[in-house]
């Protein structure tokens, strides 16, 4: 089974439906039902932070989400560790020179030790690390 992770931008465009990305990644999921997921705590994390000042309405919907991301046996949520932090911590050191934000020097040595080439994003961050985007081209493509 196909299996690839799913990165913050991916949830943020499942979850709201003004985000520019939303069609996108709506037509993107459509396309991966025999598709098994990855993400990490500190995605969920970072995605319910995003989404925190978009008011109470928009906060109930990430939290359902996050309860069936959880709940969704086609879809792992990578425990934060200790281990993974120091990992995610040691790839952001290693990168002065990038805009890598911490959570995604965890996503992405999450992704390496998962064995996993594919991510649901448009962040070309990880494109810089030779992943590939799923998310690619224009809303509208």
Request: proline content about 3%.
């Amino acid at each position: 089974m196909r299996t690839v992770f799913a990165d913050t931008f991916y949830w943020v465009a499942i979850a709201n439906p003004r985000d520019q990305w939303h069609e996108k990644a709506e037509r993107v999921s459509q396309s991966l039902e025999q598709t098994r997921l990855v993400t990490t705590d500190e995605v969920l994390v970072e995605f319910l932070t995003l989404l925190s000042s978009y008011g109470e309405e928009m906060r109930n919907t990430a939290v359902r989400l996050t309860r069936s991301i959880l709940n969704d046996p086609n879809v792992q949520v990578v425990p934060q560790t200790r281990t993974s932090f120091l990992s995610g911590l040691a790839l952001y050191e290693r990168r002065p020179d990038k805009q890598y934000s911490l959570t995604d020097c965890i996503s992405m040595q999450t992704m390496r030790d998962q064995g996993l080439s594919e991510v649901l994003t448009h962040d070309h961050n990880f494109e810089q690390e030779r992943f590939t985007i799923l998310l690619n081209g224009g809303q509208d493509e």
